[in-house]
């Protein structure tokens, strides 16, 4: 049995697609890009920012950085709450939290914004530790994240699980020698999930209890 519970944000708890995409296309049309269709930008939910404007617009690794600035002028404030809860998952916090095990967040976005939203959605309560990257990007690959958390926590792996939609979650998890749920109700594939190696599929939210 888990008895410590890593939760991926983006894509996992909540769907953020709309914040995201509209503080993408808010920073690359500051560099004269304009998007116009925002389901092109849903490769940017889960990985690291600096990855996806490097990886899909080219940007040098210093560009990226100068794009995450202005990215976040927009989400900040407005994008942040652009955002819903997916349907269950406080249920299924509860439910994890009353049969005594630790909740964790695991998150490649910035800690001061998941946070934020953590408490914006009154989710907070059920979390013992919240680990996102830092606001300087230093520590933001889901291995590093996924690494903090359990230090600052002082958890074991040998009772953890790691959950998220992206194949990011699951090689974060492979790198700290913890076995990994896969979700398909996110931003991931059912192919990607596997390839990357997850150790369990959960197809909705009402699938991950069981599993634990």
Known sequence: MYNTILFDLDGTLTDPAVGIT?????????????????????????????DSF??????????AMEAIMVYREY???????????YEGIPELLEKIKKSGRKIVLATSKPEEFAVRILEHFDLIKYFDV???ASMDEKRNKKGDVIKYAMEKGGFS???AVMIGDREHDIYGAKENGIPSIGVLFGYGSESELKEAG???IA???????SLL
């Open 54 to 63: 490097v990886k899909y617009y080219a940007f040098t690794s210093e560009k």
């Open 203 to 209: 197809p909705t939210v009402g699938d991950i209890f």
């Open 22 to 50: 509209n503080s993408v296309a808010y920073a690359l049309e500051k560099y004269g890009i304009k998007v116009e269709d925002r389901k092109s930008l849903y490769s940017f939910i889960g990985p690291p920012l600096n």
């Open 198 to 200: 997850a150790d369990y």
């Open 75 to 85: 989400f900040r404030d407005k994008g942040i709450f652009e955002n819903e809860v």
């Open 130 to 132: 919240v680990a996102g």
């Open 157 to 159: 792996i040998d009772d």
